[in-house]
C-alpha cells in the first residue's frame, strides 16, 4: 500500500513582516498551495482592517488555500470580551474562505479544559452565537 506524501502549508509567522499579498505570492513561488494566516502579527490583515473578501480573492489570486486563522487566544477564558473577539475573529475567518479557526487555551495546569468544554456546550445551546461557535469548533472544510 503507497503511503501518502505529507502535506505542508506555509505559516505567516515564517515572514510575519509581509503583506497577505506578498506571503500568497512566496507561498506560491515556494511550490506551496496552503496557507496559515494570523492575527497577531503587525501585518495581519484583521488588525489593518483589511475587508475578509480582499483577503479572500488576494488567496483566489495567488492560487492558495487559506486553511486557518490563528488564532482565539486563551480560549478557555470565557468572557463577554471573548466571546465577542470570538464571534468577529469566526465571521472574518469564514469571509476569508478559511478552513478552520485556530483555539489556543491557556495551558497552565490548572485543568481548566472540562469548564471550557461545558461553556462551549452552553453557549451552542443559547443559539444567539451558535453559528460562530460551531464554525470555531469544527473543521469548515
Not at 6 to 20: G, I, N, Q
Not at 25 to 33: I, M, P, S, V
Not at 97 to 120: E, F
Given at each position: 500500500?503507497?503511503?501518502?506524501?505529507?502535506?505542508?502549508?506555509?505559516?505567516?509567522?515564517?515572514?510575519?513582516?509581509?503583506?497577505?499579498?506578498?506571503?500568497?505570492?512566496?507561498?506560491?513561488?515556494?511550490?506551496?498551495?496552503?496557507?496559515?494566516?494570523?492575527?497577531?502579527?503587525?501585518?495581519?490583515?484583521?488588525?489593518?482592517?483589511?475587508?475578509?473578501?480582499?483577503?479572500r480573492s488576494a488567496a483566489t489570486e495567488a492560487g492558495v488555500t487559506i486553511i486557518s486563522v490563528n488564532a482565539l487566544r486563551r480560549f478557555n477564558e470565557w468572557t463577554p470580551v471573548r466571546e465577542a473577539e470570538a464571534s468577529k475573529l469566526a465571521d472574518y475567518a469564514a469571509?476569508?474562505?478559511?478552513?478552520?479557526?485556530?483555539?489556543?487555551?491557556?495551558?497552565?495546569?490548572?485543568?481548566?479544559?472540562?469548564?471550557?468544554?461545558?461553556?462551549?456546550?452552553a453557549g451552542r445551546r443559547r443559539g444567539v452565537h451558535a453559528a460562530s461557535i460551531d464554525f470555531m469548533a469544527r473543521d469548515r472544510g
Open positions: 500500500m503507497r503511503q501518502a506524501s505529507p502535506r505542508f502549508a506555509l505559516d505567516h509567522m515564517a515572514v510575519p513582516r509581509l503583506d497577505v499579498r506578498a506571503f500568497f505570492t512566496l507561498a506560491r513561488d515556494l511550490g506551496l498551495t496552503e496557507v496559515d494566516i494570523r492575527n497577531d502579527l503587525c501585518s495581519n490583515p484583521v488588525a489593518r482592517g483589511m475587508p475578509a473578501a480582499d483577503v469571509a476569508c474562505g478559511a478552513k478552520t479557526l485556530v483555539l489556543v487555551p491557556v495551558n497552565d495546569g490548572s485543568g481548566a479544559n472540562a469548564i471550557c468544554r461545558g461553556r462551549l456546550r
